[in-house]
């Protein structure tokens, strides 16, 4: 019997590269497409252990390209999607909304398009809780599947748009799909314009870590790893058309988070910058995943022992992040905190 195929967007990307090598190495019946442009944010010497592997492929493609992507999906006849590419940065979103629009709204619209063409069986969307919009600092409110949809930055705005068409695809061509919705991941291969790596290599580098605002907004940490399994699950067990809400209820406000990354590595707290707000920055996010729970899943880290875990991954891998630093990445930070 020949092999089934999974073809993963965006899976030169933060999320998306740490789910293609968790898929290659657990799933030899599968071959695994990376499907990836290779934007800023894509890079594949992440892959290096994997690359050699029988059941990885990669194909460069702009999942907006209609032709490129049918004449994929028509060749190759995959059997699952698993979707994570967009443009992923709230901050890149609010200077540049455009191309948030083409990839995180279009892109997902060609791909269902071509998927519903070759009838696949399961149609992954990887969404966010940032489709929520925001709560506020009561503890005991959380988002749930049923919260109505608020999205508050244009990057929210084009994945409540993408979520729309993938529910519009289910109920009007009976297309098999998920979507997940994930709070903060963090992790290996965490690109450094997000805060826990852009606070982690400003502090090895002795930098200031620029906070916006007081610092007390809420974000609700996942190691990716645990999203990774996360989706795993949604693919194999999923309920056609359900939406799954993934989180591990590790709430800290960004202070906290910065302050442990210092606390850790043994740096001085004199290295906070408090800046300038984020616009429309949204105050909080919790999850509340019992409906993923009730499916099977429960997270192996708490916050404490993935960050720990984390810093010492990127103290492990400095090469992979400075390469980083030293691009076209550098241009961006000096535009974005007006240096
Ligand atoms: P990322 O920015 O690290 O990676 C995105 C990847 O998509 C890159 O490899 C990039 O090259 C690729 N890509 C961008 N435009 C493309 C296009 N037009 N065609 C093909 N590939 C393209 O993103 P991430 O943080 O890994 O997030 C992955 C997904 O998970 C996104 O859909 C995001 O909305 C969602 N998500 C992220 C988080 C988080 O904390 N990072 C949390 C919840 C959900
Ligand atoms: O909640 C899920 C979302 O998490 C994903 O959908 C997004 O793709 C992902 O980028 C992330 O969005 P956030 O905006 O929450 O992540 P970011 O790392 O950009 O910021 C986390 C918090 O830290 C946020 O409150 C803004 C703040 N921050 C961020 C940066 C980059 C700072 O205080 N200083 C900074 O320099």
């Not at 933060?14 to 894509?42: E, P, R």
């Not at 748009?161 to 965490?190: K, M, Q, W």
């Not at 210092?262 to 920055?281: A, P, Q």
Request: glycine share 6%; hydrophobic share 35%; net charge negative.
């Amino acid at each position: 019997m020949s092999k089934q195929k999974v073809v993963v967007t965006g899976g030169a990307g933060f999320i998306g590269g740490n789910f293609v090598q968790y898929m290659v190495n657990k799933y030899q019946q599968y071959d695994i497409f990376n499907l990836d442009l290779l934007t800023y944010a894509g890079d594949l010497t992440k892959h290096k252990d994997i690359q050699n592997k029988d059941n990885y492929y990669f194909v460069k493609a702009d999942i907006a390209d209609r032709e490129a992507i049918f004449n994929l999906f028509e060749q190759e006849k995959f059997d699952y999607v698993v979707h994570f590419a967009a443009e992923s940065h709230v901050d890149r979103s609010i200077t540049d909304p455009e191309v948030f629009v083409r990839t995180n709204v279009l892109g997902t619209q060609v791909l269902l398009d071509a998927s519903k063409n070759i009838n696949v069986k399961k149609f992954v969307h990887v969404s966010t809780d940032e489709v929520y919009g925001e709560l506020d600092f009561d503890p005991t409110t959380f988002f749930t599947e049923e919260t109505p949809l608020q999205p508050n930055s244009p990057y929210s705005a084009s994945k409540a748009s993408s979520d729309f068409l993938v529910r519009a695809y289910h109920e009007t061509f009976g297309l098999p799909v998920n979507i997940t919705r994930c709070s903060n991941n963090y992790g290996p291969y965490h690109f450094p314009e997000k805060l826990i790596p852009l606070t982690i290599s400003r502090v090895l580098n002795e930098q200031k870590v620029p906070v916006y605002g007081d610092g007390k907004n809420i974000r609700d940490w996942l190691h990716v790893l645990d999203h990774c399994s996360a989706i795993d699950l949604v693919l194999h067990e999923g309920v056609n058309g359900e939406v799954y809400n993934v989180g591990g209820h590790n709430e800290r406000t960004n202070l906290e988070v910065v302050k442990t990354i210092i606390k850790t590595l043994g740096k001085s707290e004199d290295l906070i910058e408090f800046v300038k707000d984020r616009l429309g920055h949204d105050m909080r996010y919790a999850i509340d995943p019992t409906k993923l729970e009730k499916l099977g899943w429960k997270p192996t880290y708490n916050f404490e022992t993935g960050i720990a875990q984390t810093i010492q991954w990127y103290l492990d891998n400095q090469e992979w992040w400075e390469q980083i630093l030293s691009g076209e990445y550098q241009s961006y930070f000096e535009k974005q905190y007006s240096i």
